[in-house]
């Protein structure tokens, strides 16, 4: 009887019950719940928190087509970002990492930290988190039917670029202390 009511009340909230396993009943359940496991891990967060706080400068990614390719390849003239079949020449190596997380999640415009040697450091976390927020919905999703697993992958990927394009790409060109002025000004 009492295993009767916290099935109606894990029903009631949206939960289904597979045995002794509960387990959210919607997608948007699911990736709510994704978020809360993730908790400071969860990308948007990393993005706002670690990258936006800094001196940072907006920089341009290919939209990326429904299941294109997001590759960073190693080429004559340096280093690139494929993404379907646009390329993007990039700087470096970390940069392209970087940018490459934005690209799996659909973003078009992000912030770039100024300050390059935080960059690999940051690319590091971002993919991270990115591998962590996957396997999370794989794990979540286990025995159930493919159309859900890949409704909450679609779902948790919308809900981080939403995040991300509402946080914003920054401004074009960092703001930099205009006051360059060595000696004192006379009277």
């Not at 700087?91 to 078009?108: E, I, K, Q």
């Not at 979540?140 to 995040?163: I, N, P, Q, S």
């Amino acid at each position: 009887m009492r295993a009767a009511t916290e099935i109606a009340k894990n029903a009631a909230a949206g939960e289904v019950s597979a045995g002794a396993v509960t387990r959210p009943g919607s997608v948007e359940a699911t990736v709510a719940g994704l978020r809360d496991a993730l908790g400071e891990e969860w990308p948007p967060l990393i993005y706002r928190g670690r990258i936006l706080s800094t001196r940072t400068r907006s920089h341009k990614v290919p939209a990326a087509s429904r299941n294109a390719a997001v590759e960073v390849q190693h080429t004559l003239l340096g280093i690139e970002l494929k993404v379907g079949r646009r390329r993007v020449s990039c700087p470096d190596l970390a940069t392209a990492r970087y940018l490459s997380v934005f690209a799996r999640a659909g973003v078009t415009e992000v912030a770039v930290p100024y300050d390059i040697t935080r960059i690999s450091r940051l690319a590091d976390e971002l993919e991270s988190a990115w591998q962590r927020l996957l396997l999370l919905a794989d794990h979540e999703t286990r025995g159930r039917a493919e159309t859900f697993r890949a409704r909450v992958r679609a779902a948790a990927l919308k809900e981080v670029r939403r995040e991300i394009e509402e946080a914003g790409a920054g401004t074009a060109v960092p703001v930099f202390n205009q006051n360059t002025r060595q000696r004192p000004e006379r009277i």
